[in-house]
């Protein structure tokens, strides 16, 4: 499609005379006006020659036009002989005239002398607009016949495109006649007579190299001399757009269909090329000003074969390398320069009216490189060396089927959508922008791979429910947020690039076909497995920041999660949002920070290093799940796990190679995930355990083995232990106890259930007002409990048996409790031939030590309580001893001093002592004391003190009796001293202790 244009020549050339005048004034004239007899066409220039004849010298001359153009004198010249002026004047990129247009040329004041003027005046093209003149020369000569006439040579031209003018006066006395210099042609001849002839001719050349030049020629006979002088002038260059042209593939030439066009800022230009082919040069081409927008295109081509280009110009020389390639549009040339959306616009489709333009950018400056959806393939091209920026302000868009990046791409806030592929090559300068990538169907390929600056800001993925893959050619670097909306992230089988996100990484849809790369993520990591559940099963995903891990609709999470999964780094904390469970397949890595997630449970699965922690590391999840079919190692934690560790997997074996803390609320779970055909172990190998929580070993009712063995280690529970019981199974679950101390100190209730399993040393250290609830028969090699307060309830009917040891010492006051889960029922304790005892400040009740060795019954314990129903556990011997004694305060007459008497008046103390020497207590609350009061005594009304010493007694009442009823306690002492009083009734409270050193004992002193 061809449309109209702007005429523009290209070349130096004479278009016309426009105007002449040759006269004589028989008076003084200052000025002479010319009139315009043709159309002088705006843009081109006009010169002026004149020869001005008068008696004077050192004049000025001016010429103007009633258009306002403006004129300047270019050259002048002076012969005194003849009293003749020759002057060229010019007007460049004129206002248009025409026939009612006048030229003016004014000198000034001629000294009255008269005067005549000869002027030829010419119109050219091809001239700089602006400043042309670029040399002048003028010289002088007398008289000849002939004789030669020169301005004598300028100074070199600047540039090699100039036009000559060359202008020579003379007298006309002999009517002479002009002959030009060489490859000069004349413009015009012409003169007057009268009392001073004069004549003037005028001669052109143009030329195309640089040099010294001059205007000569000669006249055939001068009778006074002449003058001749030389103006040149600067073509104006034009210059040449030329590049290549390329099939879709960018190799094969294009064939000849169309014409190569060409436009300035919007205005198609008249040059152009016929012949399409592997190269192309536009000539001719006026040079357009500096940042000019040009468009390139094939004209009249088929859809499949258009192709446009846009550059901008540099301002200096031809435009070179622009690259015309099918369905492209290309950005550049080897001006390198940067071009946005709003230079695109100058010629798109609706600018240009042209359907061979095929791109369009609309009002709110969006970039659309296909719109009339003709193509595919069609693909924003930007050449090396060359800038594409959008839009600055970040308003504009950019939507392509493909992206290649040779230059760069300054994407500031744009949004770039692309339907096919992208190719980095060079530099993507991502600023904010989104680049969303929305292919439905086919494979369409994401490679930087030759890039210098590859990151992008935002990235998203949406087939729109179609079947769309687009697959990584290199590592993708996005330094905001990876969003996978619908359609698959492919990595590439067998190169594995890697993913690198900045902050959040998205994938609520769709699939993420990771492959065996690293995704490495600052914040969040969101990933859905509807689609597929398998899709980050070869990957590492590394949470290098503090964020969210959610990996939602994740079905079989024992067998589906991430190949290494690294959290918690340089001190940041990762929390698992999702309640499901997810498999590490080869390792879990938690750095100094934290990974969180109550309700998240994590099966590990590699060995023999499922799990590598930092010394600070913090693990809070609901569970982690030992899930390997080789022995597996379980580090520790400075901080400890505030996880439960589970062992799941058949045949799972966990050990450690360190010492473990399990924080209060999490647990120990060995039972193979609940089901009973699944066995595992969990070995000590002789470092420290502490369960915070509880230990569970067994599912119940299991066909396989579920073991701890804690040999040559100390275990410390503050929970409950519970060996799951045999039910129908057919194997036990159980603890092996080798040389290993168990030690309960819960401060809140714990159940131990044996189920058969025993201990080699139990220490118990709870200090909650239930204590520890033994719920089935255990043996024990020794058995220990020094906390005062401590209470420990024992299965009715169950039997606890010690081999070596038995250290059980509450204290005065804070006896250690040992009672049955059910009074009226026995619990059996046996102590073993050679058995240690340290049994002190017990209350024990309903136990029967029957089945003791003999040298262990009774067992006796010291300072302790039988609360009731014992058997063999106190001796059958009371032996309560009594001694009263007096001490003389003081008498009457010598009051406290030496040599005081029992005499009337005389104060006495009495100590009553109360002694155990047996082996047994007497029942609680069974000691009474009495004393009767001799009948000459007073009683002091102040009181009586009871002191408990060892006895483990409490004063519970002191009551008297009157002498005339001794034997009623009834009686209320009066005054200080009451004659009355016959006797004192002391009752106690409490169990009196005996078999100590010294002698459990109480005194009563008034």
């Not at 002026?48 to 002048?76: K, M, P, Q, R």
């Not at 220490?763 to 409990?785: H, R």
């Not at 070596?804 to 059996?828: E, F, I, K, R, Y």
């Amino acid at each position: 499609m061809i449309l109209p244009f702007r005429e523009a020549n290209s070349a130096i050339s004479l278009v016309q005379k426009v105007g002449g005048y040759a006269q004589e004034h028989i008076l003084s004239t200052l000025s002479i006006t010319i009139p315009v007899t043709t159309t002088v066409t705006g843009g081109n220039s006009i010169i002026i020659s004149i020869a001005w004849t008068y008696n004077a010298s050192g004049e000025v001359f001016t010429c103007s036009d009633d258009a306002g153009n403006s004129y300047s004198t270019d050259v002048s010249r002076y012969n005194a002989t003849i009293g003749a002026y020759t002057v060229i004047c010019s007007a460049h990129n004129i206002t248009a005239l025409n026939i009612s247009n006048n030229i003016t040329i004014t000198t000034t004041d001629p000294g009255g002398r008269t005067t005549g003027a000869v002027v030829s005046i010419h119109e050219f093209s091809g001239l700089l607009p602006t400043s042309p003149l670029d040399q002048t020369s003028g010289d002088i000569g007398g008289s000849g016949a002939p004789v030669a006439v020169s301005s004598g040579d300028t100074a070199i031209t600047t540039q090699a495109n100039e036009l000559l003018i060359g202008a020579i006066g003379s007298d006309n006395d002999s009517t002479p006649i002009f002959t030009t210099g060489s490859g000069y042609t004349l413009l015009e001849s012409a003169s007057f007579d009268g009392t001073l002839p004069t004549a003037l001719s005028t001669e052109y050349k143009t030329v195309s190299t640089i040099g010294a030049y001059r205007a000569d020629g000669s006249l055939s006979n001068v009778d006074w001399g002449w003058s001749a002088i030389i103006a040149t002038y600067k073509a104006a260059q034009t210059i040449s757009v030329s590049g290549s042209c390329k099939r879709v593939d960018q190799t094969t030439n294009c064939s000849d269909t169309g014409t190569v066009r060409i436009a300035v800022n919007g205005t198609l230009q008249a040059q152009t090329q016929t012949t399409v082919g592997g190269t192309w040069t536009i000539n001719g081409v006026p040079p357009p000003n500096s940042g000019d927008v040009i468009t390139v295109f094939i004209d009249g081509a088929s859809n499949i074969r258009e192709a446009v280009a846009v550059t901008k110009y540099n301002g200096t020389g031809n435009i070179t390398g622009v690259e015309l390639m099918e369905k492209h549009l290309s950005i550049g040339s080897d001006d390198n320069q940067t071009i946005s959306n709003a230079d695109l616009s100058q010629y798109d489709s609706s600018a240009s009216g042209d359907e061979d333009i095929f791109y369009e950018v609309d009002s709110s400056n969006n970039l659309t490189v296909d719109i009339f959806n003709a193509y595919t393939t069609e693909k924003l091209y930007i050449k090396g060396g060359n800038t594409f920026r959008p839009d600055s302000s970040g308003s504009g868009s950019v939507t392509s089927q493909d992206i290649e990046i040779n230059g760069t791409f300054i994407a500031d806030s744009n949004s770039i959508t692309l339907s096919g592929y992208w190719k980095n090559n060079a530099v993507f300068a991502a600023g904010t922008s989104t680049v969303n990538f929305i292919a439905t169907s086919g494979t369409e390929r994401i490679d930087s791979t030759g890039a210098t600056t590859a990151n992008f800001y935002n990235t998203t993925f949406n087939d729109g429910g179609g079947t769309a893959t687009y697959q990584l050619d290199s590592d993708l670097n996005v330094n905001h947020d990876l969003s996978v909306i619908d359609g698959i992230l492919n990595t590439k089988f067998g190169l594995n690039y890697a993913v690198n996100v900045g902050n959040d990484f998205l994938q609520s849809g769709g699939r993420v076909e990771a492959r065996s790369s690293t995704l490495t993520v600052a914040r969040h990591f969101m990933a859905d497995g509807s689609e597929i559940n398998d899709g980050y099963n070869s990957a590492s995903l590394v949470m290098n920041g503090t964020g969210s891990l959610t990996y939602s609709n994740l079905s079989s999470g024992w067998a589906n999660g991430f190949r290494y999964l690294t959290v918690g780094q340089s001190g940041n904390t990762t929390t698992l949002l999702s309640s499901n469970r997810m498999t590490v397949i080869n390792q879990l890595v938690v750095g100094s920070g934290s990974l969180g997630g109550n309700s998240a449970n994590i099966y590990l699965r590699g060995f023999p290093n499922p799990l590598a922690v930092s010394p600070n590391s913090r693990i809070d999840i609901n569970q982690l799940r030992f899930f390997g079919n080789s022995a597996q190692n379980l580090p520790s934690l400075l901080n400890g796990y505030d996880s439960t560790i589970r062992l799941s997997w058949p045949g799972t074996i966990l050990n450690q190679t360190e010492s473990v803390t399990i924080n209060v609320g999490s647990h120990l779970i060995i039972d193979g995930d609940s089901l009973v055909n699944r066995a595992a172990t969990y070995n000590t190998n002789g470092y420290d355990l502490v369960v915070g929580g509880n230990i569970q070993i067994g599912a119940g009712n299991d066909t396989a083995l579920k073991r701890l063995n804690t040999t040559n280690s100390t275990v410390t529970v503050g929970g409950d232990i519970e060996v799951r019981s045999i039910g129908s199974g057919s194997v036990q679950a159980d603890i092996i106890s080798t040389d290993s101390t168990i030690i309960l100190n819960g401060s809140a209730s714990q159940t131990v259930t044996m189920n058969g399993s025993n201990f080699n040393n139990l220490t118990v250290t709870n200090t909650s007002t239930s204590g520890v609830i033994f719920a089935d028969t255990f043996t024990a090699n020794d058995f220990t409990n020094t906390t005062p307060n401590s209470t420990m309830t024992f299965a009715a009917g169950q039997t606890y048996t010690i081999n070596n040891g038995v250290t059980l010492q509450g204290a005065s006051g804070q006896l250690l409790t040992l009672a049955s889960s059910s009074p009226g029922t026995h619990w059996n304790f046996i102590l073993n031939s050679g058995v240690t005892k340290n049994i002190d400040y017990v209350n024990v009740s309903w136990s029967d030590a029957s089945g003791s060795h003999s040298t262990n019954k009774p067992i006796l314990p010291t300072n302790s309580n039988n609360g009731g129903n014992n058997i063999n556990w106190f001796g059958t011997n009371t032996n309560i001893n009594t001694n009263k004694a007096s001490t003389l305060i003081s008498d009457p007459i010598n009051s406290t001093g030496i040599g005081k008497n029992h005499i009337p008046g005389a104060i006495v103390e009495y100590t009553i002592t109360t002694t155990n020497l047996g082996d047994s207590s007497p029942d609680t609350g069974s000691i009474i004391l009495t004393d009767t009061l001799d009948s000459h005594v007073e009683l002091d009304t102040s009181g009586i003190t009871f002191t408990s010493n060892n006895s483990g007694l409490s004063l519970n009442s002191v009551t008297y009796s009157h002498k005339n009823t001794p034997t009623t306690y009834n009686y209320l002492p009066v005054g200080s001293y009451d004659p009355n009083v016959a006797g004192i009734k002391i009752t106690t409270s409490g169990t009196f202790s005996h078999t100590d050193t010294p002698n459990p004992h109480f005194t009563v002193t008034y």
